[in-house]
Protein backbone atom coordinates (compact mmCIF):
# COMPACT_ATOMS: atom_id res chain seq x y z
CA UNK A 1 0.00 0.00 0.00
CA UNK A 2 1.57 3.53 -0.78
CA UNK A 3 1.54 5.82 1.98
CA UNK A 4 3.36 8.09 4.11
CA UNK A 5 5.37 7.00 7.21
CA UNK A 6 6.35 8.40 10.10
CA UNK A 7 8.35 7.34 13.25
CA UNK A 8 8.25 6.80 16.15
CA UNK A 9 4.92 7.61 16.89
CA UNK A 10 5.97 9.14 20.45
CA UNK A 11 9.62 9.98 21.60
CA UNK A 12 11.08 11.69 24.36
CA UNK A 13 13.90 13.54 24.61
CA UNK A 14 16.14 14.78 27.17
CA UNK A 15 17.10 19.01 27.51
CA UNK A 16 19.96 19.19 25.40
CA UNK A 17 19.67 16.28 23.23
CA UNK A 18 18.91 16.31 19.37
CA UNK A 19 16.28 13.75 17.94
CA UNK A 20 15.70 13.03 14.47
CA UNK A 21 11.90 12.19 13.35
CA UNK A 22 11.79 9.87 10.51
CA UNK A 23 9.06 10.49 7.25
CA UNK A 24 9.07 7.82 4.36
CA UNK A 25 6.56 7.85 1.97
CA UNK A 26 6.39 5.55 -1.11
CA UNK A 27 3.67 7.83 -3.49
CA UNK A 28 6.27 9.10 -5.57
CA UNK A 29 6.01 12.81 -4.21
CA UNK A 30 8.33 15.43 -5.41
CA UNK A 31 7.21 17.64 -2.12
CA UNK A 32 7.34 16.84 1.20
CA UNK A 33 6.50 19.07 4.62
CA UNK A 34 6.88 19.08 7.95
CA UNK A 35 4.76 20.86 9.91
CA UNK A 36 4.74 21.38 13.90
CA UNK A 37 1.36 21.24 16.18
CA UNK A 38 0.76 22.89 19.20
CA UNK A 39 -2.20 22.15 21.25
CA UNK A 40 -5.09 23.89 20.13
CA UNK A 41 -3.19 25.51 17.35
CA UNK A 42 -2.84 24.53 13.74
CA UNK A 43 -0.32 23.46 11.37
CA UNK A 44 2.99 25.78 11.63
CA UNK A 45 5.15 24.85 7.93
CA UNK A 46 9.12 24.32 9.41
CA UNK A 47 10.71 23.37 6.30
CA UNK A 48 9.80 22.41 2.92
CA UNK A 49 11.50 20.36 -0.19
CA UNK A 50 10.26 20.35 -3.67
CA UNK A 51 13.03 18.00 -4.74
CA UNK A 52 16.46 16.05 -3.83
CA UNK A 53 19.12 18.32 -2.36
CA UNK A 54 17.23 21.54 -1.98
CA UNK A 55 14.73 22.34 0.74
CA UNK A 56 13.68 25.86 2.18
CA UNK A 57 12.84 26.89 5.06
CA UNK A 58 9.32 27.62 6.54
CA UNK A 59 7.84 29.67 9.16
CA UNK A 60 9.63 28.37 12.43
CA UNK A 61 12.79 26.90 11.35
CA UNK A 62 15.11 28.46 13.75
CA UNK A 63 16.23 25.18 15.72
CA UNK A 64 15.57 22.81 13.38
CA UNK A 65 17.51 20.58 10.40
CA UNK A 66 16.33 18.74 7.79
CA UNK A 67 17.87 17.08 4.21
CA UNK A 68 16.61 15.42 1.09
CA UNK A 69 18.99 12.69 0.17
CA UNK A 70 16.29 10.52 -1.18
CA UNK A 71 13.11 11.61 -2.78
CA UNK A 72 11.74 9.06 -0.40
CA UNK A 73 12.88 10.56 2.88
CA UNK A 74 12.90 14.03 4.46
CA UNK A 75 14.22 13.53 8.06
CA UNK A 76 13.39 15.98 10.58
CA UNK A 77 16.40 17.25 13.46
CA UNK A 78 14.92 18.54 16.36
CA UNK A 79 18.45 20.39 17.51
CA UNK A 80 19.11 21.43 21.38
CA UNK A 81 18.98 24.85 19.70
CA UNK A 82 15.32 24.59 19.68
CA UNK A 83 14.05 25.78 23.31
CA UNK A 84 10.46 24.81 23.36
CA UNK A 85 10.04 21.28 21.33
CA UNK A 86 7.46 19.80 22.49
CA UNK A 87 4.63 19.08 20.25
CA UNK A 88 2.78 16.93 17.70
CA UNK A 89 5.19 16.39 14.38
CA UNK A 90 3.42 16.40 10.86
CA UNK A 91 4.83 15.27 7.69
CA UNK A 92 2.95 15.51 4.53
CA UNK A 93 4.11 14.86 0.75
CA UNK A 94 2.08 15.91 -2.44
CA UNK A 95 2.75 16.21 -6.35
CA UNK A 96 4.00 19.44 -7.72
CA UNK A 97 0.71 21.67 -8.67
CA UNK A 98 -1.49 24.10 -7.23
CA UNK A 99 -4.48 21.86 -6.70
CA UNK A 100 -2.68 18.46 -5.68
CA UNK A 101 -3.66 17.02 -1.80
CA UNK A 102 -1.27 17.27 0.81
CA UNK A 103 -0.99 13.38 2.01
CA UNK A 104 0.08 13.43 5.58
CA UNK A 105 1.84 10.89 7.85
CA UNK A 106 0.36 10.26 11.16
CA UNK A 107 2.15 12.00 13.45
CA UNK A 108 5.72 12.13 15.86
CA UNK A 109 4.18 13.22 19.24
CA UNK A 110 7.62 14.36 21.10
CA UNK A 111 7.69 15.40 24.76
CA UNK A 112 10.68 16.76 26.63
CA UNK A 113 11.83 15.14 30.24
CA UNK B 1 -1.14 39.89 9.76
CA UNK B 2 -0.98 36.91 9.54
CA UNK B 3 -1.12 34.80 6.28
CA UNK B 4 -4.21 32.52 7.32
CA UNK B 5 -6.86 33.45 9.51
CA UNK B 6 -9.59 31.39 10.71
CA UNK B 7 -11.94 32.35 13.62
CA UNK B 8 -10.91 29.27 16.73
CA UNK B 9 -14.47 29.08 17.72
CA UNK B 10 -15.29 26.15 19.38
CA UNK B 11 -18.67 26.91 16.75
CA UNK B 12 -21.57 25.22 17.78
CA UNK B 13 -23.99 24.09 15.94
CA UNK B 14 -26.92 21.36 16.35
CA UNK B 15 -27.35 18.15 14.53
CA UNK B 16 -28.90 18.96 10.83
CA UNK B 17 -28.15 22.95 10.66
CA UNK B 18 -25.78 24.37 8.60
CA UNK B 19 -22.44 25.37 10.14
CA UNK B 20 -20.34 27.99 8.08
CA UNK B 21 -16.40 28.16 8.77
CA UNK B 22 -14.48 31.02 7.55
CA UNK B 23 -10.96 31.66 6.37
CA UNK B 24 -9.00 35.19 5.08
CA UNK B 25 -5.70 35.16 3.52
CA UNK B 26 -3.37 38.20 3.11
CA UNK B 27 -1.30 36.95 -0.25
CA UNK B 28 -3.36 37.93 -2.95
CA UNK B 29 -1.39 36.07 -5.15
CA UNK B 30 -2.27 32.93 -3.17
CA UNK B 31 -3.74 30.40 -5.88
CA UNK B 32 -5.23 27.38 -4.11
CA UNK B 33 -7.68 26.65 -0.91
CA UNK B 34 -7.51 23.57 0.63
CA UNK B 35 -10.16 22.59 3.75
CA UNK B 36 -8.68 19.91 6.07
CA UNK B 37 -10.78 18.33 8.85
CA UNK B 38 -8.53 16.88 11.57
CA UNK B 39 -10.06 14.46 14.61
CA UNK B 40 -8.37 15.26 17.81
CA UNK B 41 -4.87 13.10 17.79
CA UNK B 42 -5.23 12.37 14.16
CA UNK B 43 -3.73 13.42 10.99
CA UNK B 44 -5.68 16.21 8.65
CA UNK B 45 -7.52 14.60 6.10
CA UNK B 46 -8.62 16.64 2.88
CA UNK B 47 -12.35 17.62 1.99
CA UNK B 48 -11.98 19.78 -0.62
CA UNK B 49 -10.00 21.73 -2.63
CA UNK B 50 -11.07 24.92 -4.50
CA UNK B 51 -9.10 27.38 -6.84
CA UNK B 52 -12.00 29.42 -8.96
CA UNK B 53 -14.00 31.85 -7.89
CA UNK B 54 -17.20 31.14 -7.03
CA UNK B 55 -18.83 27.57 -5.06
CA UNK B 56 -17.54 24.03 -5.19
CA UNK B 57 -20.18 21.18 -3.75
CA UNK B 58 -19.08 17.75 -2.72
CA UNK B 59 -21.99 16.02 -0.78
CA UNK B 60 -22.95 17.62 1.89
CA UNK B 61 -19.80 19.87 1.49
CA UNK B 62 -19.64 23.39 -0.37
CA UNK B 63 -15.94 26.11 -0.87
CA UNK B 64 -16.96 29.19 -1.50
CA UNK B 65 -13.94 31.42 -2.78
CA UNK B 66 -14.16 35.03 -3.23
CA UNK B 67 -10.29 36.04 -4.51
CA UNK B 68 -11.48 39.66 -4.41
CA UNK B 69 -12.08 39.73 -0.62
CA UNK B 70 -9.58 37.34 0.02
CA UNK B 71 -11.88 35.10 1.73
CA UNK B 72 -12.59 31.45 1.63
CA UNK B 73 -15.44 29.27 3.02
CA UNK B 74 -17.06 25.83 3.91
CA UNK B 75 -20.87 25.13 4.47
CA UNK B 76 -21.71 21.79 5.85
CA UNK B 77 -25.30 21.11 5.15
CA UNK B 78 -27.01 18.77 7.34
CA UNK B 79 -24.29 18.73 10.23
CA UNK B 80 -23.83 15.20 11.79
CA UNK B 81 -22.19 14.55 15.08
CA UNK B 82 -19.29 13.06 12.93
CA UNK B 83 -18.69 16.05 11.97
CA UNK B 84 -17.58 17.37 15.09
CA UNK B 85 -13.96 18.47 14.57
CA UNK B 86 -11.59 20.77 13.88
CA UNK B 87 -11.15 22.34 10.52
CA UNK B 88 -8.44 23.61 8.88
CA UNK B 89 -8.00 26.20 5.94
CA UNK B 90 -4.53 26.12 3.69
CA UNK B 91 -3.31 28.50 1.18
CA UNK B 92 -0.95 27.40 -1.69
CA UNK B 93 1.20 29.71 -3.14
CA UNK B 94 3.86 29.31 -5.78
CA UNK B 95 7.04 30.89 -5.42
CA UNK B 96 9.39 30.19 -8.34
CA UNK B 97 9.72 26.62 -8.69
CA UNK B 98 8.04 26.19 -4.81
CA UNK B 99 4.60 25.51 -3.88
CA UNK B 100 4.38 26.83 0.05
CA UNK B 101 1.22 25.12 1.63
CA UNK B 102 0.19 27.17 4.74
CA UNK B 103 -2.31 26.53 7.19
CA UNK B 104 -4.53 28.45 9.70
CA UNK B 105 -5.06 27.48 13.42
CA UNK B 106 -8.22 26.14 12.55
CA UNK B 107 -11.83 26.17 13.79
CA UNK B 108 -12.92 23.47 16.49
CA UNK B 109 -16.88 22.37 15.16
CA UNK B 110 -19.27 20.93 17.66
CA UNK B 111 -22.50 19.26 16.49
CA UNK B 112 -24.68 18.29 19.04
CA UNK B 113 -27.29 15.51 18.98
Known amino acids: DGGITQSPKYLFRKEGQNVTLSCEQN?????MYWYRQDPGQGLRLIYYSQIVNDFQKGDIAEGYSVSREKKESFPLTVTSAQKNPTAFYLC????????????FGQGTRLTVV | QKEVEQNSGPLSVPEGAIASLNCTYS??????FFWYRQYSGKSPELIMFIYSNGDKEDGRFTAQLNKASQYVSLLIRDSQPSDSATYLCAVNNRGGSNYKLTFGKGTLLTVNP
Open chain 1, 92 to 103: ASRTQGLDTEAF
Open chain 1, 27 to 31: LNHDA
Open chain 2, 27 to 32: DRGSQS
